[in-house]
């Protein structure tokens, strides 16, 4: 079993800056790669990022690549994600996942933070 917990939401004017933490437990951190996804209501859930269990390795959807990173520290059992530039589309529920065979399914979920981004 894999406890997750967001923190870092809250209300943003456009152009500003959030960094969102997930504080993992229940496993071995470094064992598991990690994702951020964002759902907005009614439509689907999207990837946003993803960093395999060292950090050395990360992925970026389009629509956030150059303004997003994430990262982890092991030492913490913390997986961050530094949101920049942002934009009010950026405006949803933003969920850390824990896939625990690095197959690009995730089996453990947090259960969300709020970002709002005002124009």
């Known amino acids: 079993q894999v406890q997750l917990v967001e923190s870092g939401g809250g209300l943003v004017q456009a152009g500003g800056s959030l960094r969102l933490s997930c504080a993992a437990s229940?496993?071995?951190?470094?064992?598991?790669?990690m994702g951020w996804f964002r759902q907005v209501p009614g439509k689907e859930r999207e990837s946003v990022a993803a960093?395999?269990?060292?950090?050395?390795?990360?992925y970026y959807a389009d629509s956030v690549k150059g303004r997003f990173t994430i990262s982890r520290d092991n030492a913490k059992n913390t997986v961050y994600l530094q949101m920049d530039s942002l934009k009010p589309e950026d405006t949803a529920v933003y969920y850390c996942a824990a896939d625990l065979k690095a197959s690009g399914s995730y089996h453990y979920w947090g259960q969300g933070t709020q970002v709002t981004v005002s124009s």
């Open positions: 229940g496993r071995t951190f470094s064992s598991y790669a």
């Open positions: 960093i395999n269990r060292s950090g050395s390795s990360t």
